[in-house]
């Protein structure tokens, strides 16, 4: 398997346009994770679904941030419209199982940068 | 609510000692405890994990021990390297989800 699959790798772009991050969980994990991380927020969950169902959206800071998961193998996170507090390393990650083992796999990470 | 708390933020310890990084949790329902290990410009990666059934869990050099009562959980490395520096998150899942709460992470320095 190639892993947790996250798209863009890198991504630039200027305040009050949309940012679309994109995610491939590892097939057959049923929850995935989206989290940001910044060096004076540390790694925080912004939400996560189980079975493609949003389960808790508590982390999203504003009404700006919104994910779907429309199947099992794919993943949006969208900022709009997107602002330079947004820049941070996001982490999309996966794991099977509620009650069982519960390891998470991270993707690779997209870093956003907004100017 | 839902809160892990993690000690200390930096450590720098000499190549070849011990290194202890601590945890603390709020939910006693927690069930599951893996620890994290982020290199510079990596993604955070599984180091070692332990369920609220067992007291200690060791694997070679790292090992992590959980006192369920006091709510206290702990990463130990001996024989420390300099592949060891990175930083270590903790992390705690709430029974009722699948959701992992992560501590505030440890940078952890290994001097030469």
């Known amino acids: 398997d190639a892993g947790v699959i996250q798209s863009p790798r890198h991504e630039v772009t200027e305040m009050g346009q949309e940012v679309t991050l994109r995610c491939k969980p590892i097939?057959?994990?049923?929850?995935l994770f989206w989290y940001r991380q910044t060096m004076m927020r540390g790694l925080e969950l912004l939400i996560y679904?189980?079975?493609?169902?949003?389960?808790?959206d508590s982390g999203m800071p504003e009404d700006r941030f919104s994910a779907k998961m429309p199947n099992a193998s794919f993943s949006t996170l969208k900022i709009q419209p997107s602002e330079p507090r947004d820049s941070a390393v996001y982490f999309c990650?996966?794991?099977?199982?509620?009650?069982?083992?519960?390891?998470?796999?991270f993707g690779p990470g997209t870093r956003l940068t907004v100017l | 609510g839902e809160n892990v708390e993690q000690h200390p933020s930096t450590l720098s310890v000499q190549e070849g000692d011990s290194a202890v990084i601590k945890c603390t949790y709020s939910?006693?329902?927690?069930?599951?405890f893996p620890w994290y290990k982020q290199e510079l410009g990596k993604r955070p990666q599984l180091i070692i994990d332990?369920?609220?059934?067992?007291g200690e869990k060791k694997d070679q050099r790292i090992a992590v021990t959980l006192n369920k009562t006091a709510k206290h959980f702990s990463l130990h490395i001996t024989e420390t390297q300099p592949e060891d520096s990175a930083v270590y998150f903790c992390?705690?899942?709430?029974?009722?989800?699948?959701?992992?709460?992560f501590g505030s992470g440890t940078r952890l320095s290994i001097r030469p």
């Open positions: 992390a705690a899942r709430y029974s009722s989800a699948s959701k992992i709460i």
């Open positions: 939910d006693s329902a927690s069930n599951y």
């Open positions: 332990i369920r609220s059934n067992v």
């Open positions: 990650a996966s794991s099977f199982g509620r009650e069982g083992p519960n390891e998470q796999f």
């Open positions: 679904f189980n079975n493609n169902v949003p389960i808790d």
């Open positions: 097939s057959g994990h049923n929850s």
